[in-house]
């Protein structure tokens, strides 16, 4: 449903500003333009051998003795603001570079010198649809995001869990799987992503973050590509189940989960989002209102996408908006009764 790499948008003063008084802009060292002179690469291969996506980036000597400090101060600022006396047992064990993703992303992998324990943290280009993004998700999700900005440089926690395309292929199947249970998170996760504009969640996008309970397994789906937030045209690429590598999954849903169930999980995720949304009432009208004044997609984008919304709900609110944030704030609004 996705043909064409989605444009990418400066990060404007107002946003900028937003992001120092919610402390997300910090004084980091501008390592992406340096990463990207790497020397040579190589395919890295999973645990089990096989080809990923990523390639293992290798750089000259001098270089990478510049940036070896730059990184590991870059991991304490993340984590734990900083400390110096508390990093210098850190090294960059590796950097893998994905060419494929529109932030065209490095992949940072810090090791621990004492306990040989590793970590790991992205640095990529700052885009202002992703940053939006971001924030949406921390503002209106059950989850947590950590992340910096300095210039061009974005800088990201990982999110642990197991690969969408990974979970169907491999978990799916499992006859001790719970179906019920995974359904339910996928509805809501459909949702969330439904209501605040994030489109593109195909199986490589989100990840499953599974935890033992004391009686059942619980699953959360989390996205973890946030580029096409607000900026696809057509409104059937913000509901992930019509992706087809998530056929799997949707036909499980509809077929562990009747009609009053699904509208059940949905009616809670909308009281939990609109809960948080009342929480950070001040933090996401400061957000929305960056957003509304803020180009992020081609007008004609913002048009096709208020037509197919107002035809989805049957309303014609959304005819006067004439950003993509004019859009997503009606939306919010509309689907939460704020």
Known sequence: MISRRKIKYSVCPPLRQYLYHFDRLRDIPLVYDDLARFAG????????????????????????????PKLT????????????????????DRIDFGEFGNSRPFRIRITNLYNDNSDYFYVKQADASRIYGLELEHILSPNRINYLVNGNTLIEEHIAGVPGDVFLKDHLPR???????????????NERCFIRLLGDMRSVNY??????DF??????VRPIDFDQQSYERRGKTYLAYRFDSNKTVTKLAFDVLNRKTIDQYVAEEHAQMTRRAKVE???LKALLGVMRRDDIAPHEHVASLAADL??????????????MGELTAAHVAHMLEL
């Open 41 to 68: 690469s190589m395919p890295y291969e999973d645990p089990r051998g096989k080809e990923t996506l990523w390639l293992t980036v290798f750089y000259p000597q001098e270089l990478m003795l510049e940036l070896r």
């Open 73 to 92: 101060k870059i991991y304490a600022e993340l984590k734990i603001g900083g400390e110096s006396d508390l990093h210098e047992h850190l090294t960059v």
């Open 175 to 189: 006859p001790e799987l719970n179906k019920v249970r995974i359904a339910k998170e996928f509805t809501k996760f």
């Open 207 to 212: 990840v499953v973050d599974i935890t033992p």
């Open 215 to 220: 009686e059942e397994v619980q699953y959360r």
């Open 281 to 283: 009432n001040a933090r």
């Open 310 to 323: 107002a035809k989805y709900h049957h309303t014609d609110i959304f005819r006067d908006c004439q950003t």
